[in-house]
Nanobody, 123 residues
Framework: QVRLLESGGGSVESVGSLRLSCAASGFAHSKYCMAWIRQAPGKGREEVATLDDDGSTTYVDSVKGRFTISQDNARNTLYLQMSDLKPEDTAMYYC?????????????????WGQGTQVTVSS
C-alpha cells in the first residue's frame, strides 16, 4: 500500500524559504507521477507542482521561478523547495501520487494522499 508522509512545514516570514519533504513507499508499480497540492483556508485544492515519471515537471503560474519540485535518486523522497515565500502561499501542502507516466489532469484523480504539512507565511 502506498504511504506518503510529509514534513518540513512551518511558519516563516515573507520572502523566506522552506523545503518540504515527502517520504514515499509501498508502490506496486514502477511508473508513477508525484505532485504537491495545496489548500488554503476557504479555498479549493490547487496543484502546485508535478513530477511525471519521465522526469518532466509543471508548476502553477503563481509559483514559477520560486518553487522547485525534485526527487532523490532512489525515488524514496519527494521535495518541494520553496523560496521567496508570500502570504498567499499559506496553505496545507499535500504530497500526492498516481500510477502512470503522467500526472492526472484533475486534482480529484489522485488516489494517494499524505496527511499534509502546514505552511504559514506572514507579511
Amino acid at each position: 500500500q502506498v504511504r506518503l508522509l510529509e514534513s518540513g512545514g512551518g511558519s516563516v516570514e515573507s520572502v523566506g524559504s522552506l523545503r518540504l519533504s515527502c517520504a514515499a513507499s509501498g508502490f506496486a508499480h514502477s511508473k508513477y507521477c508525484m505532485a504537491w497540492i495545496r489548500q488554503a483556508p476557504g479555498k479549493g485544492r490547487e496543484e502546485v507542482a508535478t513530477l511525471d515519471d519521465d522526469g518532466s515537471t509543471t508548476y502553477v503560474d503563481s509559483v514559477k521561478g520560486r518553487f522547485t519540485i525534485s526527487q532523490d535518486n532512489a525515488r524514496n523522497t519527494l521535495y518541494l523547495q520553496m523560496s521567496d515565500l508570500k502570504p498567499e502561499d499559506t496553505a496545507m501542502y499535500y504530497c500526492t501520487t498516481e500510477y502512470g507516466t503522467w500526472c492526472p489532469k484533475w486534482v480529484d484523480e489522485y488516489d494517494y494522499w499524505g496527511q499534509g504539512t502546514q505552511v504559514t507565511v506572514s507579511s
